[in-house]
């Protein structure tokens, strides 16, 4: 395999319209990026495809989708108020701004080299604040909320009373969250708005003994379901020095990025400490009366929660590879799992005259009701496999004279470069079989 280095990323992700800086005419907005054409279709599979495996095939886990906007009292609860700070130090020279415990405080300035120029350090809180209604005053601050599980929480009793939900069950979310960091860098891994993928799983005090380590197991399960390479992944679990003061034990998955190893996922013991912290400042119950103890308890929880812009990078230098073809030159192609792909067929003529392309463009339209497709026929028919390859589309299908004859086309399959003959009948078929028994190559 080609080595993955993020200016290769970069570079592919804004070419082909993966990724973009957001606000790029006026400059750029640092730790804020747009996803484009191929960007969005990638982020929302990845998305789909933790949906699906979190709620539609589980037994025991809802959906929700809350409010980023939530009442102050919520942030004082959770003590991202007074606690969510980070230790900041100016550069008095330069006035660049670092953490303070990721940088030598008596060393040299990493952007300009002075020596001794750091201001003593201060802690600063990550969320953005701002008002609501007619008043900019205390009273009518709120934040941008900097993780969506504050939302299941103070939603779960509600959940529990409509859905009529039975411990142990889960609530799924996905949404946006906001964090106002002090540096921002490696493209999309760390930014100021980004979108989690988080799911907390309640559960009776004593028995997240046993659902913590199924968590694990699942979670894991789940990036090798999805293709990524076993090898790339691993555990790290919270020391002393990382552990939070209210959790039981906490383990991250990490990824084996351009960067080196940093955290994907977090899977947490948090036992009772959220729903209790919510009962008390908002002096609401939130116990859970059993029904078949007739015990009432406060439940334990067991969170997963993975950053679904960090599972896009993971996915784009996971997939990425560059390799020699029988005919002598380099592809670039990207090996993403079919079912998240940004285009899963493109339709090709082999040449846009004699009614190859009228017959390919009727083809590829029939194809959308099952398919996100893509037709192109400009250029060499190598060239355009080419350009599929670099952005991973699984799979191309090219109409030549044949077709006309016998309604049969030539499938060709991304990964292995092999081509088969098929009939027009069983394009559908064969791609849903395809990707039913995918394995990464």
């Known amino acids: 395999m080609a080595e993955v280095t993020m200016d290769k990323i970069v570079s592919l992700c ?55 906007l939530m009442a102050s009292r919520v942030w004082e609860a959770s003590g991202h108020v007074s606690n969510f700070t980070d230790p900041m130090v100016d550069c008095k020279n330069c006035k660049s701004r670092f953490r303070a415990d990721q940088i030598d405080l008596k060393g040299a300035c990493p952007v300009c080299g002075t020596r001794d120029s750091f201001t003593a350090p201060r802690n600063f809180n990550l969320m953005f604040a701002t008002h609501i209604g007619p008043n900019s005053d205390s009273a009518s601050t709120i934040y941008l909320r900097p993780e969506t599980a504050q939302g299941i929480y103070t939603e779960f009793k509600n959940v529990v009373q409509s859905s009529r939900m039975k411990l142990p069950f889960g609530i799924a979310q996905v949404g946006k969250s906001f964090r106002n960091e002090i540096t921002t860098k490696n493209f999309i891994f760390r930014s100021c708005e980004f979108e989690q993928m988080e799911m907390q799983f309640f559960c009776q005090p004593g028995s997240d003994d046993k659902w913590f380590p199924y ?3 699942q979670r894991m399960n789940f990036y090798k379901k999805m293709g990524i390479v076993p090898e790339h992944l691993r555990w790290h679990q919270h020391g002393p020095d990382e552990l939070a003061f209210y959790a039981k034990d906490a383990y991250d998955i990490q990824y084996l990025f351009p960067m080196g190893w940093q955290e994907l996922e977090g899977v947490h013991d948090r036992t009772d400490y959220d729903l209790s912290q919510h009962q008390k400042f908002s002096g609401k119950d939130l116990t859970y009366l059993d029904p078949d103890t007739n015990e009432r308890y406060v439940p ?13 990078l993971m996915a784009l230098s996971d997939a990425y590879d560059e390799e020699a073809t029988p005919e002598g030159d380099v592809r670039t192609v990207l090996h993403f799992h079919p079912l998240v792909a940004p285009v899963m067929v493109a339709v090709l003529p082999l040449v846009k005259k004699d009614g190859l392309g009228e017959f390919a463009t009727k083809l590829e339209h029939e ?52 081509q088969v003959r098929i009939g027009i009948d069983k394009i559908v078929e064969t791609i849903h079989e395809e990707n039913r028994k995918y394995r990464r190559v």
């Open 215 to 217: 968590w694990r197991e």
């Open 367 to 418: 194809l959308r009701e099952d398919f996100v497709t893509y037709y192109d026929q400009s250029g060499a028919i190598g060239r355009r496999y080419r350009r599929q390859d670099e952005i991973g589309t699984p799979y191309c299908i090219t109409v030549d004279y044949d077709t006309l004859k016998d309604n049969t086309v030539t499938l060709r399959f991304r990964d292995s470069m092999e």
């Open 14 to 68: 804004r070419r082909r319209g993966f990724i973009f800086q957001s606000s790029e005419i006026y400059g750029g907005l640092n730790g804020a990026y747009d996803y484009g054409p191929l960007g969005v279709e990638l982020k929302n599979n990845i998305r789909d495809f933790w949906w699906k495996e979190m709620t539609q095939l589980h037994d025991s886990i809802v959906g929700l989708d809350s409010s980023i």
């Open 300 to 312: 334990y929880v067991v969170e997963t929660s993975a950053g679904l812009t960090r599972n896009v």
